[in-house]
């Protein structure tokens, strides 16, 4: 059975670096052809996938956002991580992680995801 | 970047029903397409992927259909728990992968 759970600090203030960390089980990221995303979804809004790590530690980044974002993962103790850094009201989101399985690129297990308000 | 492009925006359709949901790619993505549905407080779960590959566990009343830079999700015999909002999400061309901007289906 794979799951997947999203925790991060919940409140952060403008210019911080937000920290989130995906804790998974039921596959492991140094299996062949496993991968893990990070996407958003402000409130109300739409998806924005934002980066992914792969089991050989290729990653791949949003373009639009490549600067600020780090992706990394800890593969004995199943869990990957996303760093956003100098963060603005325009990052408040809920951000989900999900299984990208056997080499897809599509998200076929999420997380239940995580609510991060940036705020001063 | 590839931008996709959901319609409607909005869909009422009544128990029973046949409902079709479109997603333009702004070029040819080969089929490199999944569906998704989010009920209201939940996490996206995938329906489809390639374009018309049904996940594991998800009723045969979901379909998917297209190719090139049109694509369709079809919900035969609507049912109550079918009330979300439906995103699709190209994979063809990367960095980024992109979605659609969603499609919230409501009970008449």
């Known amino acids: 059975q794979v799951t997947l759970k999203e925790s991060g600090p919940g409140i952060l203030q403008p210019s911080q670096t937000l920290s989130l960390t995906c804790t998974f089980s039921g596959f492991s990221l140094s299996t062949y052809g496993m991968g893990v995303g990070w996407i958003r979804q402000p409130s109300g809004k739409g998806l924005e996938w934002l980066a992914n790590i792969w089991w050989d530690d290729d990653k791949y980044y949003n373009p639009s956002l490549k600067n600020r974002l780090t992706i990394s993962k800890d593969t004995s103790n199943n869990q990957a991580f996303l760093k956003i850094t100098n963060v603005d009201t325009a990052d408040t989101a809920t951000y989900y992680c999900?299984?990208?399985?056997?080499?897809?690129?599509?998200?076929?297990?999420w997380g239940q995801g995580v609510m991060v308000t940036v705020s001063s | 970047d590839i931008r996709m492009t959901q319609s409607p925006a909005s869909l009422s359709a009544s128990l029973g029903e046949t409902v079709n949901i479109e997603c333009l790619a702004s070029e040819d993505i080969y089929s490199d397409l999944a569906w998704y549905q989010q009920k209201p407080g939940k996490s996206p779960q995938l329906l489809i992927y390639?374009?018309?590959s049904l996940q594991n566990g998800v009723p045969s009343r979901f379909s998917g259909s297209g190719s090139g830079t049109q694509y369709s999700l079809k919900i035969n015999s609507l049912q109550s728990e079918d009330v979300a909002t439906y995103f699709c999400q190209q994979y063809n061309n990367y960095p980024p992968y992109t979605f659609g901007a969603g499609t919230k289906l409501e009970l008449k």
């Open positions: 999900a299984r990208m399985g056997y080499g897809y690129n599509f998200f076929d297990y």
């Open positions: 390639n374009a018309n």
